[in-house]
Nanobody, 126 residues
């Protein structure tokens, strides 16, 4: 069993930055492929960013490319999402996810992940 706990969300103005954290427990964190997703009100959950188990390579949705950075600190069992130049359309609940098996370069579908955190709210005002 894997437990994921997100933190770092909040209410900020457009143009601001936030850093989300996702702390994992339960199994060897360095073996997980990880991802960030978000879900706005009345919208489907969408992919934001993904990283390989080592954290050495990353992949982003076009909507956040150049503004968000995903990173993975295996020594701390923690994944981060640094969000810069935030926009009102970034407002959503952000979720971290873990996948225990790794065969593809990246995983961008929510259905491909095995474990999820409870989410953290990010609200960006204009």
């Amino acid at each position: 069993q894997v437990q994921l706990v997100e933190s770092g969300g909040g209410l900020v103005q457009a143009g601001s930055s936030l850093r989300l954290s996702c702390v994992a427990s339960g199994r060897t964190f360095s073996n997980y492929a990880m991802g960030w997703f978000r879900q706005a009100i009345e919208k489907e959950r969408e992919f934001v960013a993904a990283t390989r188990p080592s954290g050495s390579s990353t992949f982003y949705a076009d909507s956040v490319k150049g503004r968000f950075t995903i990173s993975k600190d295996n020594a701390k069992s923690t994944m981060y999402l640094q969000m810069n130049s935030l926009k009102p359309e970034d407002t959503a609940v952000y979720y971290c996810a873990a996948r225990l098996t790794y065969t593809n370069p990246y995983y961008t579908s929510a259905a491909q992940y095995d474990y999820w955190g409870q989410g953290t709210q990010v609200t960006v005002s204009s």
